[in-house]
T-cell receptor, first 116, second 112 residues
């Protein structure tokens, strides 16, 4: 296993277009997280999945954002009608949780979105 | 409200000059404190997990410690390749609220 994989690495889109990012977690991990990071800031939580169930969404996740994790494997994050303020690095992470224990989260290399 | 604060924002060291980075937190029910290293344009790379006050972890020139209110990342005799942003994150308790809160990071620059 090569770790968490994110595609594409870079995306440039025009304002108003829709974009979709993909994340492939570490295979045995049942938790998957999406974060957004802007320059000079730490990652901000967007949403997370336990298997295929989306358990929490941040207030940052407006109606234009939607995330899915069909069959508890890979996940997609879609942004509709992109705005310049959506420009950021979108990070995916995964971890393994069982009972009351949850391992550390391992991150992918991120998708850098630029909205022009 | 849960909060994670890292200081300093930036730190410049000469090679071999030891120092410490601070991460202070106010959260309801800590379920782990995590240190990550992040290089420009890349995702965070996991370094350490600390679960209880008094715990310490070491890896090469890095040593992480934890108290009830803060964590320190000690860097001994740093090298230029240690230059990166160091992020601290906490995980809080709750049935479905197992998410990670990150600080803004400390950008470390080690000059040869």
């Amino acid at each position: 296993d090569t770790g968490v994989s994110q595609n594409p690495r870079h995306k440039i889109t025009k304002r108003g277009q829709n974009v979709t990012f993909r994340c492939d977690p570490i295979s045995e991990h049942n938790r998957l997280y999406w974060y957004r990071q802007t320059l000079g800031q730490g990652p901000e939580f967007l949403t997370y999945f336990q298997n295929e169930a989306q358990l929490e969404k941040s207030r940052l996740l407006s109606d234009r954002f939607s995330a899915e994790r069909p069959k508890g494997s890979f996940s997609t994050l879609e942004i509709q009608r992109t705005e310049q303020g959506d420009s950021a690095m979108y990070l995916c992470a995964s971890s393994f949780a069982v009972g009351g224990r949850n391992t550390e989260a391992f991150f992918g290399q991120g998708t850098r979105l630029t909205v022009v | 409200e849960d909060q994670v604060t890292q200081s300093p924002e930036a730190l410049r060291l000469q090679e071999g000059e030891s120092s410490s980075l601070n991460c202070s937190y106010t959260v309801s029910g800590l379920r782990g404190l995590f240190w990550y290293r992040q290089d420009p344009g890349k995702g965070p790379e996991f370094l350490f997990t600390l679960y209880s006050a008094g715990e310490e972890k070491e890896k090469e020139r890095l040593k992480a410690t934890l108290t009830k209110k803060e964590s320190f990342l000690h860097i001994t005799a740093p090298k230029p390749e240690d230059s990166a942003t160091y992020l601290c994150a906490v995980r809080t308790e709750g049935t479905n609220f197992n998410k990670f809160y990150f600080g803004s990071g400390t950008k470390l620059n080690v000059k040869p």
